[in-house]
T-cell receptor, first 111, second 114 residues
Framework: QKEVEQNSGPLSVPEGAIASLNCTYS??????FFWYRQYSGKSPELIMF????GDKEDGRFTAQLNKASQYVSLLIRDSQPSDSATYLC???????????FGKGTKLSVKP | GAGVSQSPSNKVTEKGKDVELRCDPI?????LYWYRQRLGQGLEFLIY????????KSGLPSDRFSAERTGESVSTLTIQRTQQEDSAVYLC????????????FGSGTRLTVV
C-alpha cells in the first residue's frame, strides 16, 4: 500500500516567520512530488512540484526533496496571514497514473 | 475550456436516490480523475481515466459508484442508492498526461444526503 504521511497540525507561525511543512512517502520508486494549497471551502491549487533531489525555489516557496530519505518538504518564507490554509503533499508513484495525497497540514499564520 | 468545470456545485438528495455528477475537463487534457473529500478529511482517490485505456477503478468504495467518460471529454460519476456516508465534496481533476505532471482541480460538487 503506497502511502503519503503528513503531520495534520495545526502549525501556527507568526507573520514574517518561516513555515516548514513536511511529508514522507512509502515507496522509493516515486517519480514526482507536488504541494497543493487548499483554502477552506475551496478546491486544491497546485503551488509547487519537484522531480529531482535538492531544492527548488519559486518566490517565497522552496520545495526540498530527499529521495534516499523518502522525504519532501515545503518552506514558506516571510509567511503572511493569506498563507493560512491546508497544504497537501501528493506523490506520483511510478506504477500508478494518479496522485496519492497526504491528509494535509493546516497552517495558521498569526498577524 | 479555461478550467475544469463541475456541475452541479451543490446537490442535496434523499437517502436511497441516485445522483449524477458531471465533470468537463480542460480541453486537450487526456487524463481525468475523481476524488472524494469528506469534511475535514484528505482526498480519497476514486477513479482515473487516461485516453482510451481501461479506467483505473481501484478507488471506488462500492458497486454503488460508477463513472463513465466519453472519449477525452466529459465524465459522469454516478452514485446509486445514496447513503448518508456518501455526503462529501466530489472533486474532478484533469491533466495533460498522467499524474506525473500534476493536475488541475475543478471547484467540486458538494453532495449532501439527507
Amino acid at each position: 500500500q503506497k502511502e503519503v504521511e503528513q503531520n495534520s497540525g495545526p502549525l501556527s507561525v507568526p507573520e514574517g516567520a518561516i513555515a516548514s511543512l513536511n511529508c514522507t512517502y512509502s515507496d522509493r520508486v516515486s517519480q514526482s512530488f507536488f504541494w497543493y494549497r487548499q483554502y477552506s471551502g475551496k478546491s486544491p491549487e497546485l503551488i509547487m512540484f519537484i522531480y529531482s533531489n535538492g531544492d527548488k525555489e519559486d518566490g517565497r516557496f522552496t520545495a526540498q526533496l530527499n529521495k534516499a530519505s523518502q522525504y519532501v518538504s515545503l518552506l514558506i518564507r516571510d509567511s503572511q496571514p493569506s498563507d493560512s490554509a491546508t497544504y497537501l503533499c501528493a506523490v506520483n508513484f511510478r506504477s500508478q497514473g494518479n496522485l496519492i495525497f497526504g491528509k494535509g497540514t493546516k497552517l495558521s499564520v498569526k498577524p | 475550456g479555461a478550467g475544469v468545470s463541475q456541475s452541479p456545485s451543490n446537490k442535496v438528495t434523499e437517502k436511497g436516490k441516485d445522483v449524477e455528477l458531471r465533470c468537463d475537463p480542460i480541453s486537450g487534457h487526456t487524463a481525468l480523475y475523481w476524488y472524494r473529500q469528506r469534511l475535514g478529511q484528505g482526498l480519497e482517490f476514486l477513479i482515473y481515466f487516461q485516453g482510451n485505456s481501461a479506467p483505473d477503478k481501484s478507488g471506488l468504495p462500492s458497486d454503488r459508484f460508477s463513472a463513465e467518460r466519453t472519449g477525452e471529454s466529459v465524465s459522469t460519476l454516478t452514485i446509486q442508492r445514496t447513503q448518508q456516508e456518501d455526503s462529501a465534496v466530489y472533486l474532478c481533476a484533469s491533466s495533460l498526461d498522467t499524474g506525473a505532471y500534476g493536475y488541475t482541480f475543478g471547484s467540486g460538487t458538494r453532495l449532501t444526503v439527507v
